[in-house]
T-cell receptor
Framework: KAGVTQTPRYLIKTRGQQVTLSCSPISGHRSVSWYQQTPGQGLQFLFEYFSETQRNKGNFPGRFSGRQFSNSRSEMNVSTLELGDSALYLC?????????????FGPGTRLTVT | GQQVMQIPQYQHVQEGEDFTTYCNSSTTLSNIQWYKQRPGGHPVFLIQLVKSGEVKKQKRLTFQFGEAKKNSSLHITATQTTDVGTYFCADDTGRRALTFGSGTRLQVQP
């Protein structure tokens, strides 16, 4: 079956702009989690959605938001971009809530903020 | 918040040598998951450990969960160039979010 897909794969934005990233989970997976990966901070949890509801949230400012649709596809939005938001954004899907189930990661969206 | 520390940050070995990465926490870990990320790739799930003292093997890889559930380790016997990548442990913090360790980058010299 098809893996997790993320679009776009690469993105260049300017400070102050906003961006929306998309994630399509594996068919049948109801949980989608988002992570930010940077060389300095490693893999940091942003939030998790399950059945269209945000179930867990990491320690990120309110500029980072997300949502999940009835088909389990998810989007994350970052408003008022800052240079420090440059990172690889990974989404992962799982059968159940992230804790306790293996996560299947997508290829990521590489965001560069200039 | 909870922190999961991983050591070493980086290890360079000759092909055929063994390799171990350690995952430590000052608080009790819930369940540990291990992932491997190849250069330029995304994390791929390797295994989950749940019970205190648990040991699991996957071919040349041996995973352990400490008796006190405050540490875990991944040992690779006789490394191969295909083992190159970054290995992450992650705690599920009581079936909530996954808290990832900082990762250990493994380089294997042929």
């Amino acid at each position: 079956k098809a893996g997790v897909t993320q679009t776009p794969r690469y993105l260049i934005k300017t400070r102050g702009q906003q961006v929306t990233l998309s994630c399509s989970p594996i068919s049948g997976h109801r949980s989608v989690s988002w992570y930010q990966q940077t060389p300095g901070q490693g893999l940091q949890f942003l939030f998790e959605y399950f059945s269209e509801t945000q179930r867990n949230k990491g320690n990120f400012p309110g500029r980072f938001s997300g949502r999940q649709f009835s088909n389990s596809r998810s989007e994350m939005n970052v408003s008022t971009l800052e240079l420090g938001d440059s990172a690889l954004y990974l989404c992962a899907s799982s059968l159940g809530l992230a804790g306790g189930f293996e996560q299947y990661f997508g290829p990521g969206t590489r965001l560069t903020v200039t | 918040g909870q922190q999961v520390m991983q050591i070493p940050q980086y290890q360079h070995v000759q092909e055929g040598e063994d390799f171990t990465t350690y995952c430590n926490s000052s608080t009790t870990l819930s369940n540990i998951q291990w992932y491997k990320q190849r250069p330029g790739g995304h994390p791929v799930f390797l295994i989950q450990l749940v019970k205190s003292g648990e040991v699991k093997k996957q071919k040349r890889l041996t995973f352990q969960f400490g008796e006190a559930k405050k540490n875990s380790s991944l040992h690779i016997t006789a490394t191969q160039t295909t083992d190159v990548g970054t290995y992450f442990c992650a705690d599920d913090t009581g079936r909530r979010a996954l808290t990832f360790g900082s990762g250990t980058r493994l380089q294997v010299q042929p």
